[in-house]
């Protein structure tokens, strides 16, 4: 088994472990830049605390991304297209509808792990009116030393939209901070964690969690109060 693959399963099982409460059911996906032009995602329908090897499948990472530039498609050509995009067509397993998100986080975002979870806490605050607002300033000095400053995303439906909302919101961090976020948060939808190793996705998604509970509790005294911190 290849090392990189290996170390993917690892991470993925962790983030699906179940005590966790960062995903139930077949929730959530992961990923891991192979080489220059593909990846390992993981396939759809599988449970990530589960996952083996035959879990992930390898795409090509450009052809992933011309969905975003071509037209819009109903989820079942979407799924046609990201099988087209599989390194070993007969390979079983079908990439999971967000793949185009991985994708973008592995080459515009620069990561190298991709960790995409559904945690309670931080869901709790972005299924919220006002989760824009709860999530614009840092509350202690850990949370922006591990998470840095998280790029927050509209509401986009999952597949071409998303990959689209995503990819725009990146674009403009980019352009306006010159450095790639280390945690995207999908307003009414989840988490993703970008590091360079398996560690530093995990460290941020746990960060975030924890950031998560302390601000639904911030609430119960008038609201949290953020602190100026180095990102």
Known sequence: MERQL???MRMT????????????????NASVRADAETFWVKASGSHMHQVNAEDFVRVRTDDVLALLDGPTLPESE????????????????????????HALCLSLGRATF?????????????????ARDAFSGSIFPAESMVCGKP??????????????????????????????????LLQNHGLVALGATPGEVLDVTEMMVKTARILIRTYALGGPRFVDCDA
């Open 13 to 28: 099982r962790a983030l699906g472990e179940p005590d966790r409460d960062y995903v139930i059911l077949s929730e959530g």
């Open 6 to 8: 290996e170390q993917l």
């Open 78 to 101: 979407v799924r046609e297209h990201l099988v087209a995009a599989k390194v070993d067509p007969d390979a079983s397993g079908v990439p999971s509808i967000e793949t185009a998100l």
């Open 151 to 184: 790029l927050f995303v509209p509401y986009a439906s999952p597949g071409q939209p998303l990959g689209r909302a995503v990819q725009q919101a990146l674009q403009s961090a980019l352009d306006a901070r010159g450095k790639p976020p280390r945690a995207l």
């Open 114 to 130: 991709v960790g995409h979870t559904h945690p309670t806490p931080v869901n709790a605050i972005l299924c919220a009116r006002d």
